[in-house]
């Protein structure tokens, strides 16, 4: 009788641990896709994001890329966690933060701007790097080719192949007298050396001189534009991460000067600038973020993903920068504006 019982306990802890895996030879979330549409339900998602400094254009592309991650199934606090860092415009950070991503267990990350990007790209090779307000993906080394990207990396570029020379035919049509710009520019930034030989360029082609006024750090960048005082009849920031930073100090030195200002983005125009020909940067964060939930819900490669540019190109005017530095404004002119890019 004995023997019998040891049988029938043998047999029933037999049938218990071969139910136990079986339920544990379920994939996280197989099977419970009704319970939510985030490709992956009942996973968590953490993505790294990395960016360079704070400056207005970069906050508006984080926002939009959280934007649509929300839009599609991913809120904060929910089913995504997302390990922000900014490396305040520091390579040493930008290195460290990178590396931290490599080892973090993250499902994807996200570089907003170029250095960050490139040191994001160097240390995670498991998982999707997308970058976001990058000026030229391919020279950055990010990208074999913006059609094909080839490796574990993609994302959006913020330079649209006409931006760049419609301003400084802009510029020559509307300065009165002009016949020479200065450009402000740290060019140890890999994006806006790209930006500048396009400005170069574009002047040289329409009879003006360009005066280029070096910078290196944010502190610099008063001393730079006030070198221009005299030389100039109009000053140009590209997409510079630096000098954005400290757009202030170049709008006061515009207005003290009458000096009128262009920029390469439409939220520096909203900070001061006379005007830009661009687009939202919170839209190509938008852009980028749909792109980080293809990948997450179906699996997408980015070596197969081109790289997006904007597909917006549009005249934004501050007409009250332009008062401030003696820039003329005709009806005419603004009636060349979208109203949702006129600032008055």
């Known amino acids: 009788m004995r023997a019998k019982r040891h049988v029938v306990l043998a047999g029933a802890l037999a049938l218990v641990l071969l139910m136990l895996n079986a339920c544990g030879s379920q994939a996280p979330g197989e099977g419970t896709a ?3 549409d985030t490709g992956n ?3 968590k998602v953490k993505i790294g994001v990395t960016q360079v400094v704070n400056h207005a254009s970069l906050d508006e592309a984080y926002k939009g890329f959280v934007q649509a991650l929300k839009d599609n199934g991913y809120t904060e606090g929910d089913n995504l966690v997302i390990d922000y860092q900014n490396a305040q415009g520091d390579p040493t950070n930008a290195a460290t933060i990178g590396q931290k991503f490599a080892t973090g267990g993250v499902d994807l990350v996200l570089g907003i701007g170029t250095s960050v990007s490139q040191a994001a790209a160097k240390e ?3 998982v999707p790097v997308l970058f976001t307000a990058v000026t030229d993906p391919v020279g950055a080394g990010l990208v074999q080719s913006m059609e094909k990207p080839g490796a574990n990396v993609t994302g959006t570029t913020d330079l649209h192949p006409e931006a760049v020379s419609r301003l400084m035919e802009f510029i020559k ?8 710009v200065g450009i402000l520019a740290n060019e140890g930034e890999q994006n806006t050396v790209v930006n500048v030989q396009k400005a170069e360029e574009a002047l040289t082609a329409l009879g003006l001189k360009a005066v280029k006024a070096p910078v290196t750090n944010s502190s610099e960048v008063k001393q730079a534009a006030e070198s221009l005082i005299g030389k100039v009849q109009a000053i140009y ?7 954005v930073s400290g757009l202030g100090a ?3 030195v515009a207005n ?5 200002l262009f920029v390469a983005e439409k939220d520096s125009v909203k900070n001061g600038g006379v005007a830009s020909f661009g687009f939202e940067y919170y839209d190509l964060g938008y852009t980028t973020g749909k792109m980080a939930v293809d990948m997450l819900k179906n699996g997408k490669k980015p070596a197969d993903t081109p790289v997006q540019i904007p597909e917006a190109l549009d005249l934004a005017l501050n007409v009250k920068a332009a008062e401030a530095q003696g820039f003329a404004v005709t009806d005419d002119l603004k009636k060349q504006v979208k109203p949702e890019n006129l600032f008055e």
Do not use: C, L, M
């Open 41 to 43: 339900a009942g996973k």
């Open 250 to 252: 170049v709008v006061s």
């Open 34 to 36: 009704e319970q939510g």
């Open 256 to 260: 003290e000067n009458k000096i009128p």
């Open 237 to 243: 920031v590209p997409s510079d991460n630096t000098v």
């Open 124 to 126: 995670v090779k498991d």
């Open 173 to 180: 049509e509307q300065v009165n007298g002009v016949t020479a």
